[in-house]
T-cell receptor, first 112, second 113 residues
């Protein structure tokens, strides 16, 4: 039973345009949602998070939107840069278990 | 401020052996958790430690164990290694229990032959 799903394995975007990465979840008890970026042979790097009581959080070029009724969140990157090319993981966190549940990841390629 | 440090970066072991991996959290972080990443299963939670106590455990066999020391450093141990244990093992730290974000180290790549 996969509680966090990223249904798009890959996404290709032109430099300067918007990248939108999507994530769906099934458990209403998650307290936070986080996005991580990962390069091969490195650990995930934290990008941005959102509390389950919010619907938007913005940090520079990165914005995360949360739609609780649809159990859906998305990460917007504007403008996209070639250095953004990496695997992006959506993760859900429950405070009382202290664990992150990860989606399967989406590989973003930003073309110059 | 140094990040999460994991040692060693790479390990090659033989089936049936045991292995110990080490993790030093970010200074001041007291919660440490471990994750396994494989191509088939993705990133999966192993366990979390806080104040030298295991708080939660994921769905892994008892061959996987860990501990945390008084300085918050943590080790995980895998006994009787199987081929399927080949994976990237990632350690993450956070300030305290229930606190986000979790910050990850670069992992230990374990290969079992």
């Amino acid at each position: 039973d996969q509680q966090v799903k990223q249904n798009s394995p890959s996404l290709s975007v032109q430099e300067g345009r918007i990248s939108i990465l999507n994530c769906d979840y099934t458990n209403s008890m998650f307290d936070y949602f986080l996005w991580y970026k990962k390069y091969p042979a490195e650990g995930p790097t934290f990008l941005i998070s959102i509390s389950s009581i919010k619907d938007k959080n913005e940090d520079g070029r990165f914005t995360v939107f949360l739609n609780k009724s649809a159990k859906h969140l998305s990460l917007h990157i504007v403008p996209s840069q070639p250095g953004d090319s990496a695997v992006y993981f959506c993760a859900a966190y429950t405070s009382n278990t202290g664990k992150l549940i990860f989606g399967q990841g989406t590989t973003l390629q930003v073309k110059p | 401020k140094a990040g999460v440090t994991q040692t060693p970066r790479y390990l090659i072991k033989t089936r049936g052996q045991q292995v110990t991996l080490s993790c030093s959290p970010i200074s001041g972080h007291r919660s440490v958790s471990w994750y396994q990443q494989t191509p088939g299963q993705g990133l999966q939670f192993l366990f979390e430690y806080f104040s030298e106590t295991q708080r939660n455990k994921g769905n892994f066999p008892g061959r996987f164990s860990g501990r945390q020391f008084s300085n918050s450093r943590s080790e995980m141990n895998v006994s009787t290694l199987e081929l399927g244990d080949s994976a990237l093992y990632l350690c993450a730290s956070s300030l305290a229990v229930g606190q986000t974000p979790l910050h990850f180290g670069n992992g230990t790549r374990l290969t079992v032959t």
